[in-house]
């Protein structure tokens, strides 16, 4: 059957990261509309973690919440820009997770995790995720964010799979670049953004229809 492998963002895909995120958002800036502010933080993210040189996640995080602080008037502590690294443990998988993921393994296909996060952030996360992943590609390890492909070329040369699909909830920062790579990719559209999904080559809404989607993606891609 040869060494088959389906890679994963790991949050928003397979853990809830935005009800974490939320949570940990609204305990500072309390009496906000929940969305605005995950839609600022996001946007003040992807800022820093492309800025020159490599911030850690971590740092990405706080500097976030500084700059979300800043625009609203207000100085943070470092605890209030600590909140939402403080809430990591709160970031638990998705009911669906454990069962698709356990539905992929019996048919053959090894999972790996790459991901925009530190090394021991990520370790909290896997903890928590109760289906073996057999690797993982962290921001830190290789210095990149996604979607610059250096995760994806890392997995390659690590791993050199005989089969690969992408499965991922993030149009920007996974289906754009696996479709750029010619990847066979499962977009998991949990948030249903409203993305165009002729750019991939299955999109499921959950992961009750992941493994299914996967093999026909693999399937196309011969």
């Known amino acids: 059957m040869g060494d088959r492998w389906v890679t994963f963002d790991c949050f928003g895909t397979i853990v ?6 939320g949570d940990g958002l609204e305990s500072v800036f309390r009496d906000e509309p929940r969305q605005q502010l995950i839609d600022d933080f996001h946007d003040a993210e992807r800022d820093l973690k492309h ?11 706080a500097d976030s919440m500084r700059l ?10 470092d605890a209030e ?17 454990p069962p698709g993921l356990e539905d992929l393994r019996a048919r053959g296909w090894r999972l790996a995790i790459l991901t925009n996060c530190d090394d021991d952030l990520f370790a909290i996360t896997r903890a928590q995720i109760p289906v ?9 390890s290789i210095r990149s964010y996604k979607p610059d492909l250096a995760h994806f070329e890392q997995f390659r040369s690590r ?3 005989d089969a690969w699909v992408h499965a991922a ?10 479709a750029r790579l010619g990847l066979p990719r499962v ?16 999109r499921i809404t959950g992961f009750a229809a992941l493994a299914d989607a996967v093999d026909r993606a693999a399937a196309a891609s011969r």
């Open 169 to 178: 909830n993030s149009w920007v920062h996974d289906i754009e670049p696996a």
């Open 68 to 77: 979300m602080g800043r625009a609203r008037g207000r100085a943070l502590t």
């Open 187 to 202: 977009w998991v559209d949990r948030d249903d953004s409203g993305h165009d999904p002729s750019l991939a080559s299955e």
């Open 81 to 97: 820009a600590g909140a939402l690294a403080g809430a990591w443990p709160a970031i638990v998988p998705f009911a669906d997770s």
């Open 16 to 21: 809830d990261w935005n009800a974490a995120l």
């Open 159 to 161: 791993v050199a799979p």
């Open 51 to 61: 800025a020159d040189g490599f911030p850690t996640y971590r740092d990405v995080l």
């Open 132 to 140: 073996p992943i057999d690797e993982a590609v962290t921001a830190q």
